[in-house]
């Protein structure tokens, strides 16, 4: 069993900085890709971005510039550090962490809620 742990959401000005940060713990070796995903209520969950342990990046489009993902492998963590945010940005974070090896390959974090406002 794999379990993600979300922390750092709030509510910032626009314009404004926050530092998501997501744990990993359970019986796992590697996470071979760790993503943040976001959602608002009424649309799909979206990707924001990911980053696999070989150190391969994607973002979405609309956060390339402004958010920056890494990781620190050993310790199964993911951080997202969102710059420059905006009220669309305004959603609640989930963290996830894809091991297609285990039997169940998807874990999810319990979300954090990320509120852009003046």
């Known amino acids: 069993q794999v379990q993600l742990v979300e922390s750092g959401g709030g509510l910032v000005q626009p314009g404004g900085s926050l530092r998501l940060s997501c744990v990993a713990s359970g019986s796992i070796d590697n996470i071979l890709i760790m993503q943040w995903y976001r959602q608002v209520p009424g649309k799909q969950r979206e990707l924001v971005a990911g980053?696999?342990?070989?150190?391969?990046?994607e973002y979405a489009e609309f956060v390339k510039g402004r958010f920056t993902i890494s990781r620190d492998n050993p310790k199964n963590t993911v951080t997202l550090q969102m710059n420059s945010l905006r009220p669309e940005d305004t959603a609640v974070y989930y963290c996830?962490?894809?091991?297609?090896?285990?039997?169940?390959?998807?874990?999810w974090g319990q979300g954090t809620q990320v509120t852009v406002s003046s």
């Open positions: 980053m696999t342990s070989g150190g391969s990046i």
């Open positions: 996830n962490a894809h091991i297609p090896w285990l039997e169940v390959s998807d874990y």
